[in-house]
């Protein structure tokens, strides 16, 4: 039987406590999850702001980065003050600051092949908000190997993607079947720009569909990316198929 709310948080989180898709019981369930974000930049600095306001009670932040003054213009959690600091121990402090009872746990390495399994696997699902496919890549796979579901966000330009995948060997699809090998060419934002505010509709956007798969309500995004216009103001879902000989979740079907 889990503990009940105690009165601050009854007060905290009283506006997800009367959603009736919410509640106690999902607010409970948030309150006893374990969130790993992928990076703390465009898109990992709004979510990680709504995952810590929303009470999830471990969160994990991967990022070897350190501020930068053209960070600011869409990483929202830093401040001009912090230019030059390392992004997690900026993080640590704005999200202490905003929620206390939430526990984060600041890994300061790039994530790899190599390591992220290790660094997956205490945590109940993952968010990644990274700008590169190798390391996509990397989340990817290990997510498939140790049965972790995925939020995956992404933007471009003027234009964001979110998918969350939760790949089971027979119709759901993973990361890889979706994109089988990095698109040559693919340039980052450093390189073509972006708008800073796309950055915080993707990122909290990621954010809600993280919440809602740990609290359990509403249509869950899995098999399927949403595709986001900014210049158009328009959004639309696609469903993802699966590709049966995936080199990276087709053993989960044997």
């Known amino acids: 039987m889990p503990p009940p709310l105690t009165d601050d948080q009854l007060e905290r989180y009283a506006r997800h406590i009367l959603l009736r898709e919410i509640g106690g019981a999902g607010q409970r369930r948030l309150l006893d999850a374990s969130i790993l974000v992928v990076g703390a930049g465009g898109l990992g600095a709004p979510a990680l702001l ?3 306001a929303a009470g999830v009670g471990r969160i994990g932040i991967v990022d070897d980065d350190a501020v930068s003054l053209s960070n600011l213009q869409r990483q929202i959690l830093y401040r001009t003050d912090e230019v030059g600091t390392p992004k997690l121990a900026a993080a640590v402090r704005r999200l202490g600051a905003l929620n206390p009872e ?33 390391t996509r890549f990397a989340v990817s796979d290990a997510c498939v190997a140790l049965g972790k579901p995925l939020v995956s966000a992404a933007i471009g330009e003027f234009d964001g993607q979110i998918a969350v995948f939760r790949p089971d060997g027979r119709t759901q699809p993973c990361y890889r079947c979706f994109v089988a090998e990095a698109p040559e060419g693919a340039a980052s934002c450093t390189e073509q720009g972006v708008v800073g505010a796309l950055a915080g509709v993707i990122g909290a ?10 609290a359990g309500f509403g249509e869950s995004l899995a098999g399927h990316l949403v595709l986001f216009d900014g210049l158009a103001a328009g ?11 995936c080199p990276c979740c087709a053993r989960l079907a044997s």
């Open 235 to 245: 959004s639309r879902k696609v469903k993802l198929r699966r590709d049966p000989a």
């Open 102 to 134: 939430v526990r984060i746990e600041p890994h300061g390495v790039r994530l790899t092949a190599a390591n992220a399994a290790a660094l997956i696997a205490p945590y109940d699902l993952v968010l990644d908000g990274c700008d590169n496919f190798q």
């Open 205 to 214: 956007w990621a954010a809600l569909e993280a919440v809602k798969e740990i």
């Open 50 to 52: 709504y995952l810590a």
